[in-house]
């Protein structure tokens, strides 16, 4: 097993090699494979904090610094804009990072000084760039290119969408729209090996910028969320199947092994750890393996071998981690309360470290502080490492590994800085 | 699967006869068939050619740069015409998954477009990013290595540092140089593995990088880009 895990993470490397976890990167983007330097959160602004923007904050996450555990850097936008989700482009020289309320995409570099990524662009046009979408929020890469799922329309404001793509430079190129009979968007993940992508559903913007409180009274809207993850043929980006998974199925991650033909999500609003396999003839099916409950499950991150898959709950600020060695059956190994509410998990490349942060969306978060957990396993349990305190920052969102190996100064030497490429 | 081919023989032997540095053994897993195998015959059927759309991702210029014999050649003339697929690589790559994987595709690919009479609307170009090392003689010797046939599969490398840097800023190449503890160049360069589909207009139409560059794929996609 263990030479068939080092064989994965060689090929994923190698293969321009190897999400905001680690392991749910796209299969296009180089790996963070060792111990992460830095995390990159994307942070809420709230007014009254600090400047009141949204920020992209760097915390130090190597144990060996100094500053383990601490802010280093942040790196303001202008104004709030709903910061939710962030994604490397292929050579993870640059971070897209989405606005769902005023679909502004901004891209920081984080090559030139991975310590401190400095915004170079804004990609301001994303609505009508793509024809009306609205609340771009995965950005995923693919070769030479970003993949970026909305969640909403610039028509109706609800969750009718698309898929969008843009070239590493910030140059639209198509709009994808979802399938009629599953207009909803979320997530979504590409399986090179198998040439499969999926797509996961939530809701539209006059859902998901409304106050929690308000929404949850009005049985209406509470029918607006999605039911459904497609699947597609990635090559022809054509919708192949719609396998219904009812109550908004969020955050989708395919198992990383060669052989493992299958990913899981959950779903927010029934609250069940949901397998999605290939059956033997090549059409794909989904099982209920474990009941999460009514806590409102949003993120899940999965182990470097499929052996566990973590669930974060926004309803009750508990990590839950489950089993699924056998894929079909989900068993709950460990729970950690977390905090009022928590949002956000992700694994480390080795499988040995854990993050998770605290916000969700701004209307929807719970008074009480906002923050980054880290965490590792020893001795088989899971053991509080840091905990970084953001009460002075704004709230944060996900996190995305950094790297001083793939910044330009020399690999061990902190002092020099490439210059031009060294060809004479 | 590379029909009746011994794929890790034929990189090997690539390999020594090119005579790239040897590798070190923290960065070269043994090469095995089983990979080969996962990068060559992913478990797919790809789409037939022309049931789907490649859009113009970008435009590409041209650039003069010169061929494995030395001469002054510009890429538009290479690829005036016709289909290209366009990579880059330089000859030293210790990363046998890398630069060499990809030319074993190539290499593939190279033998399908005949056997699919596609000769003639096709051409490979590998282009050097290592333009100080990569000389017209060492890249004929990697062409050589890897069974380029002249008439189908080009190599070419730039005349200076300023031309390179246009021409990998042109397609979207990254390309970083490596260097050790004492700040010296080791003569790695860090990229990403990225092959680009250009169409007769000049437009790059698709990017692949290991993990898709299934020969089969490519073929279906230059059929598309040709069209009916």
């Known amino acids: 097993m263990k030479r068939t895990l080092v064989l994965i993470a060689v090929i994923l490397l190698a293969a321009g090699a190897a999400g905001a976890d680690e392991t749910c990167q796209s299969p296009f983007l180089p790996k963070v494979t060792g111990q992460e330097d830095y995390i990159y959160v994307w942070t809420l602004g709230i007014k009254g904090v600090a400047d009141g923007n949204d920020s992209l904050v760097t915390v130090d996450a190597n144990p060996s610094s100094a500053n383990y555990g601490k802010i280093v850097h942040r790196a303001p936008v202008r104004g709030q804009h709903e910061a939710h989700h962030a994604g490397f482009t292929d050579d993870r020289r640059q971070l897209w990072a989405g606005g769902l309320d005023s679909s502004l995409i901004f891209v920081f570099d984080v090559a030139t000084d991975p310590a401190r990524p400095r915004l170079v662009k804004t990609i301001t046009t994303f609505v009508k760039d793509t024809g009306g979408l609205v609340g771009p929020h995965t950005f995923y890469a693919l070769p030479g290119r970003m993949l970026i799922s909305a969640l909403s329309n610039s028509k109706d404001s609800g969750g009718r969408t698309g898929l969008a793509e843009y070239t590493n430079d910030g140059k639209f190129i198509r709009t994808i729209s979802m399938p009629a009979e599953a207009p909803y968007g979320y997530d979504v993940r590409v399986n090179i090996n198998l040439n499969r992508m999926l797509t996961s559903s939530f809701s539209g913007k006059k859902n998901y910028m409304r106050p929690v409180g308000e929404l949850l009274k009005d049985a209406e809207a509470m029918k607006q969320f999605g039911d459904s993850v497609v699947v597609w043929d990635f090559h022809a980006r054509k919708p192949l199947q719609i396998l219904r998974v009812p109550g908004a199925p969020l955050e989708l991650r395919w198992a990383l092994l060669p052989n493992h033909h299958y990913a899981f999500t959950s779903t927010a609003l029934t609250g069940q750890l949901v397998l999605i396999y290939r059956r033997d003839d090549g059409t794909w099916a989904t099982k209920n393996i474990a009941e999460i409950g009514n806590t409102i499950p949003v993120d899940i991150s999965i182990a470097p071998d499929d052996s566990k898959i973590y669930v974060n709950s926004y309803g009750d600020g508990t990590l839950r981690v489950y089993d699924v060695t056998n894929p079909h059956e989900g068993k709950l190994i460990q729970q950690m309360k977390l905090g009022e509410q928590a949002n956000m998990v992700s694994t480390s490349w080795d499988g040995t470290r854990v993050y998770a942060t605290s916000s969700l969306l701004s209307q929807w978060d719970k008074p009480g502080d906002h923050w980054l957990k880290g965490f590792a396993w020893e001795g088989g349990q899971l053991v509080s490492k840091f905990t970084t305190d953001f009460s002075g920052v704004g709230r944060a969102h996900i996190m995305n590994f950094g790297a001083k190996s793939f910044g330009p100064r020399a690999e061990g030497t902190p002092s020099r800085v490439a210059g031009r490429p060294a060809v004479r | ?228």
């Open chain 2, 1 to 228: 699967v590379i029909r009746g081919r011994r794929p890790a023989l034929v990189l090997l032997l690539a390999v020594v006869i090119v005579g790239a540095p040897p590798v070190r053994a923290h960065d070269a897993p043994r090469l095995d068939d089983e990979f080969i195998k996962g990068v060559f015959s992913p478990s797919f059927v790809p789409p037939p050619p022309g049931s789907y759309e490649l859009p113009v991702v970008a435009k590409v210029g041209s650039f003069v740069l010169r061929d494995t014999t030395g001469r002054r050649v510009s890429t538009s003339a290479v690829m005036s015409g016709k289909v290209a697929v366009v990579s880059f690589i330089y000859t030293a790559c210790a990363d046998r998954l890398g630069c060499p994987l990809a030319s074993t595709a190539l290499r593939e690919l190279q033998t399908r477009l005949r056997d699919e009479g596609l000769g003639g609307e096709a051409v490979l170009l590998t282009i050097s990013f290592d333009a100080a090392r990569d000389t017209p003689a060492q890249l004929a010797k990697y062409a050589s290595a890897f069974g380029a046939d002249p008439a189908l599969w080009r190599f070419m490398t730039a005349p200076d540092a300023r031309v390179l840097d246009d021409l990998l800023r042109s397609y979207g190449q990254d390309r970083a140089p490596v260097y050790d503890e004492r700040g010296r160049f080791t003569g790695r360069y860090r990229h990403v593995l990225k092959v680009f589909l250009v169409d007769r207009g000049g437009r790059i139409r698709n990017v692949y990088s290991t993990g898709f560059l299934v020969p089969q794929v490519v073929v279906n996609d230059i059929k598309t880009v040709l069209g009916p």
